[in-house]
């Protein structure tokens, strides 16, 4: 009776121990998905704000190409500053949508990330659940053992 009381202590000290390292990963996931979480509304505001610059850049080349039209009635030299000015919003739109694909990546990476933290919670939660049972099904066992005197005997 004692070693059954000893072994049924041993065990819930180690159901214990299980469900704090348990507790401690889902901290841990919970806490990486918050980091994640972050990062990703990082990346989402850089994203909108070149998003704002490519728009603006867009806006602005289309005023130049309207403006030129007129410039090319006007003045030779005019139109070469404008060719100029045009090959550096060129540049700048590169530089940008460089920017914009290497962001998207990263979301995608981060997207990642997420569906691998929540699934990792998802298991946690699962392998929790059953050390529940079993513990519940131990539990059920010691209770019966006891009630039957000791010995699987009825009193």
């Given at each position: 009776m004692e070693r059954a009381i000893e072994f049924i202590l041993k065990s819930q000290a180690n159901a214990e121990a299980r469900q704090d390292r348990t507790d401690i990963q889902l901290a841990e996931n919970a806490r990486q998905l918050a980091e994640t979480d972050k990062k990703v509304a990082e990346c989402n505001d850089r994203l909108s704000h070149f998003v704002e610059v490519v728009?603006?850049?867009?806006?602005?080349?289309?005023?130049i190409n309207r403006g030129q039209a007129e410039m090319d009635r006007r003045l030779a030299e005019n139109i070469r500053g404008q060719a100029e000015n045009?090959?550096?919003?060129?540049?700048s739109i590169r530089e940008l949508r460089e920017t914009v694909s290497q962001l998207a990546e990263?979301?995608?990476?981060?997207?990642?990330?997420?569906?691998?933290?929540?699934?990792s919670i998802r298991e946690q939660a699962a392998a929790q659940s059953r050390t529940d049972e079993r513990l519940n099904a131990l539990i059920n066992i010691v209770e019966r053992h006891i009630s039957e005197g000791g010995h699987g005997q009825a009193p």
């Open positions: 728009t603006r850049t867009f806006e602005r080349q289309d005023e045009i090959r550096e919003q060129s540049e990263t979301a995608r990476e981060q997207g990642k990330s997420i569906r691998e933290l929540r699934e």
